[in-house]
């Protein structure tokens, strides 16, 4: 099944928005966590942590989920397919595994968010979960810089499914 072309097209800029603008919103939210654990002053520490909750449900978690899905309606519906050629399969798998990741660190994001709401958070509090936020982020930019390749590169290689496809045409 192959879509009409202007709505190939309208799929197409939809899942570039989502997916570099995802690209974007993590690279902020990085900045800010770097902000976070650099700072000594507990006013510009506190309000980055609201910010970054904030972000992270605002706009990377929608970001993320509209990637996903544009992707998915990408591969469905042009020749590329789902799970013809390995740079797909890898971007698909990529971007779930960044969406998990994501949902089990909104915890800590929001926990982290509340306590820098407090009056009394210092710069020196939970710490630990701070640097794991920042590390995380690192971590979400990087795959995202992956798949930003490989959507760009498209590297060849068929899957086993994409060779039986191949021949039966």
Same mark, same amino acid.
């Given at each position: 099944?192959?879509?009409? @072309?202007?709505?190939? $097209? ?18 902020? /939210?990085?900045? *800010? ?28 978690? @929608? ?6 899905? &544009?992707?998915?309606?990408?591969? *469905?519906?042009? %020749?590329?397919?789902? /799970?013809?050629? =390995?740079?797909?399969?890898?971007? +698909?798998?990529? &971007?779930? /595994? ?20 407090? @009056? ?20 979400? +930019? ?6 930003? %390749?490989?959507?760009?590169? $498209? @590297?060849?290689? +068929? &899957?086993? =499914?994409?060779?039986?496809? +191949?021949?039966?045409?």
């Amino acid at each position: 099944m192959t879509m009409a @072309p202007t709505l190939r $097209k309208v799929a197409l800029i939809a899942h570039i928005i989502s997916s570099v603008g995802s690209l974007g919103a993590v690279a902020a /939210f990085l900045a *800010l966590a770097i902000a976070g654990l650099s700072s000594e002053d507990d006013h510009v520490v506190r309000s980055v942590y609201v910010t970054m909750e904030v972000i992270a449900r605002s706009v990377i978690v @929608p970001l993320v989920f509209a990637s996903l899905a &544009t992707g998915l309606i990408q591969s *469905l519906g042009t %020749t590329w397919g789902l /799970f013809r050629h =390995y740079w797909v399969l890898a971007k +698909l798998l990529l &971007t779930i /595994f960044t969406a998990v990741v994501l949902m089990l660190q909104m915890s800590g994001i929001a926990h982290v968010a509340a306590l820098a709401a407090d @009056p009394a958070f210092s710069s020196t509090d939970p710490l630990g979960l701070r640097r794991s936020l920042a590390v995380h982020a690192a971590g979400g +930019l990087v795959v995202l810089l992956v798949t930003t %390749t490989l959507s760009v590169l $498209k @590297p060849r290689g +068929l &899957t086993r =499914y994409g060779w039986r496809k +191949l021949q039966r045409q």
